[in-house]
């Protein structure tokens, strides 16, 4: 994506602050929350960002490149994850498609796509024949992509994730979840540059816990 401005998603890139000036720039309930209760991550070695979204939300969209270009740069005992919500059964194949590119190591070539055809040539993608022609174009055979899209496992996996959703008590996106623990919002954090920022504050917060 080349929409949103390089020099907006460097400001993204910032040294983590001193202890006491983080403290001070970024307060809990405040700039973020604290979940009633810690949801389990995928890997307990990493500090894991979950990147709560949905293809057809317009804000998600606008998120994406920064999203992208600031997950990039992580170090390696961070674990970036993505879950698509499921509001209500028009999102589900969604879900699918996001969690099938997934199964199938496509996610680099296909997220960006299906996010460009609703937001940019305003496609009406919805149905499975729809997410077939994309995945299609990004070389993936259409019968393996009908395999894997009505698997029972990439079903599990998008039941994990509103399992997820509902732990993290998601009401929006983009948001994000850091460790399982902290939710951040653009409400809270005062826009995507911020989500980052707190982003990045949340994750130092638990490797100084890990040692």
């Not at 460097?10 to 006491?20: K, T």
Request: aromatic residues 10%.
């Amino acid at each position: 994506m080349t929409l949103f401005p390089r020099l907006l998603i460097a400001l993204c890139f910032f040294p983590v602050l001193g202890c006491c000036e983080t403290e001070a720039q970024f307060q809990l309930n405040v700039h973020y929350e604290l979940l009633p209760q810690t949801v389990r991550t995928t890997d307990s070695s990493k500090i894991e960002v979950n990147e709560l979204f949905s293809y057809h939300c317009g804000h998600c969209y606008n998120f994406q490149e920064m999203i992208h270009d600031w997950s990039q740069n992580l170090d390696e005992d961070v674990d970036f994850r993505r879950t698509h919500v499921v509001w209500n059964p028009s999102l589900e194949n969604y879900a699918k498609a996001y969690n099938t590119a997934l199964v199938l190591e496509v996610v680099d070539s296909v997220h960006e796509s299906i996010f460009e055809a609703i937001h940019i040539r305003k496609s009406d993608v919805k149905s499975e024949e729809d997410l077939r022609e994309i995945f299609s174009a990004s070389g993936v055979d259409e019968k393996r992509f009908e395999q894997v899209f009505n698997s029972f496992g990439v079903k599990s996996m998008v039941n994990q994730g509103q399992a997820r959703v509902r732990g993290y008590r998601t009401k929006g996106t983009p948001e994000l979840v850091i460790n399982g623990k902290y939710r951040v919002t653009t409400r809270l954090s005062g826009g995507f540059v911020n989500m980052l920022k707190v982003a990045n504050f949340l994750i130092e917060k638990e490797r100084l816990g890990k040692r």
